[in-house]
């Protein structure tokens, strides 16, 4: 019982991380109806950035301790949404007019671009760092094994939470909202009406890319070692995350985050951990064939 109670802390924490990154694909995906697949690397340059901040402030004694976490935070979701503003601009807007199939060449090139620009600059060994943020708690006691909820694991499912919040309230009932929503519904007549539709869709990309940068951000403290290829696997099972919940729905994006990170723990706890990847994917398969739209998705009507 204890072990499992374990896991389950372990796997909504690392679940909160997918959610995260999965709210990024699935709020690009809902203004032009196309996955960013460069949006995994993003997240692993939010997660570098943050590792050069750590190391720089600490280093030099400016900040120590939570004041040093939130200025590194702040500093990577600047530089990475800037980040995101350039693939918006380079890989998607010349393309937009384009064939459907174009843009999501250009996403897979500029992921390709990303990878190699942090392995020339940062090399190929993986990064490691020390425990920022350290304590917990106990949750219960069986025999020698203690069900231990860090104060890293807590602050990861409440910054997951706390923006969720923030975004669905950001979509709901805000002008910039929205205008995210009527791009959604239809782009041309949303441009007719006056919407700034090039404007939006790189605010979109922005958000994402700082939605990536937490995620980083949150990765690094929590296991504290970081590579240039953590983007692409990270990236695939948050995109996995975002189909599972329903692509589209921000709720969906958390929940089918938290659901990919049960099943890759408890996989990992009980069965082979070399296997844990295909769990998670077996499951989104078996989702699909009987959910299309995943858990909380809705069916797209097609406009005649």
């Known amino acids: 019982m204890a ?19 999965a709210i990024g694909y699935t709020m690009v ?42 200025l590194v935070l702040a500093l990577s979701m600047a530089f990475t949404a800037l980040y995101g503003w350039t693939v ?18 250009s996403a897979i090139g500029m992921s390709i671009v990303l ?20 304590g917990g708690f106990t949750i219960m ?11 890293m694991q807590i602050l990861i499912i409440l910054t997951t939470l706390v923006i969720l919040a923030i975004f669905t309230w950001l979509v709901t009932r805000t002008r910039l909202g929205r205008a995210m929503r009527a791009c959604e519904q239809d782009r041309k007549m949303a441009s007719l009406l ?37 983007g692409f696997l990270v990236g695939v ?3 996995t995350a ?25 996989w990992s706890a009980y069965f082979s951990v070399q296997y844990k990847d295909v769990a998670a994917f077996s499951i989104l398969i078996l989702t699909l064939v009987f959910m299309p739209t995943g858990l909380l998705g809705r069916a797209e009507v097609e406009k005649v």
């Open 115 to 134: 990878q190699n620009y942090v392995q020339v600059s940062q090399g190929a060994r993986v990064k490691p760092i020390e425990p920022v943020v350290q």
């Open 237 to 239: 099972k948050a995109f």
């Open 29 to 70: 995906y809902g203004i032009i109806g196309m996955i960013n697949f460069a949006h995994g690397d993003i997240f692993m340059i939010g997660a570098f950035l943050s590792l050069i901040g750590l190391l720089l402030i600490t280093s030099g004694g400016l900040l120590d301790g939570p004041g040093a976490i939130v």
């Open 242 to 266: 975002a189909v599972l919940g329903g692509i589209g729905s921000l709720p969906g994006a958390v929940l089918g985050g938290l659901l990919i990170g049960l099943i890759e723990t408890f």
């Open 194 to 230: 006056g919407i700034d539709t090039d404007r939006t869709i790189s605010i979109t990309f922005v958000i994402g890319a700082a939605l990536a940068a937490v995620a980083g951000t949150m990765y690094l403290l929590r296991y504290g070692v970081i590579d240039f290829y953590i």
């Open 88 to 105: 918006e601009r380079l890989a998607y807007r010349p393309l937009r007019g384009s064939f459907r199939l174009a843009p999501l060449i």
């Open 141 to 151: 006691q069986e025999g020698t094994f203690a069900v231990q909820l860090s104060t």
């Open 3 to 21: 072990y499992a109670l374990q896991q389950l802390i372990n796997g909504v924490s690392l679940g909160m991380i997918y959610g995260l990154i």
